[in-house]
């Protein structure tokens, strides 16, 4: 990463994430798994914290997981270079035409809340609405044809650290959480903020909808 100012959010993800990412990767050398062909986590993040910072509406959206999110962990031991690597692929070039049921419904939830037609906004993905998006998953970790499953499942297991919906809304404190899937079992949803409720009412009473 460039030495360059960061916003005030970047510095809060990196603060947030740096100890658990870290914590996630002494695990793997601890049990001497390689991460060479291994899944490389998912982390909630935007394109842009500044276009995120100046939306007009502070949305993240959550999915299931990031199938074919990358299996080249070993990549990514730093994680400046890995923040760097996920902000450069919301340029629309990996995730905008993947997965359409998911991300045609974000378009359109968009477009209706903007005003604008969706299909002109999924074609500009250096859009501050689209690079202002956070999008986060349940699951960090996903497997696909080309995951190597030697240690798929314990690289799944030492990614759990990361599931969890408190690190989201502390980072960004979205206006708008939009849930694209729930599972009772999944520890990434057991935490819910206690003022949850007042949390939405705050939201709304405050304009994030109008």
Not at 130 to 149: A, E, F, R
């Amino acid at each position: 990463m460039s030495h360059k100012l960061i916003s005030s959010t970047q510095l809060m993800w990196l603060n947030q994430y740096k100890e658990l990412w870290n914590n996630f990767w002494d695990e793997i050398r601890e049990k001497k798994i390689s991460p060479i062909g291994a899944p490389v986590p998912h982390l909630p993040h935007c394109g842009n914290f500044e276009e995120y910072n100046k939306s007009r509406y502070k949305i993240a959206v959550v999915g299931i997981d990031a199938y074919g999110w990358g299996n080249d962990l070993e990549k990514y031991s730093d994680l400046e270079t890995y923040l760097d690597e996920c902000q450069s692929n919301m340029d629309g070039s990996n995730w905008g035409y993947s997965n359409p049921i998911f991300w045609n419904f974000v378009f359109k939830f968009l477009g209706e809340l903007y005003g604008k037609e969706w299909k002109d906004i999924k074609a500009d993905p250096e859009s501050q609405i689209v690079q202002g998006l956070v999008w986060g998953n349940m699951k960090s970790i996903w497997k696909d044809s080309d995951t190597d499953m030697r240690y798929f499942t314990e690289i799944k297991r030492a990614s759990a650290i990361f599931d969890n919906l408190e690190y989201l809304l502390k980072v960004y404190d979205p206006e708008i959480v939009l849930m694209l899937n729930y599972s009772d079992t999944s520890a990434f949803y057991n935490y819910l903020p206690k003022d949850f409720d007042k949390y939405y009412q705050h939201s709304f009473e405050n304009g994030a909808v109008d």
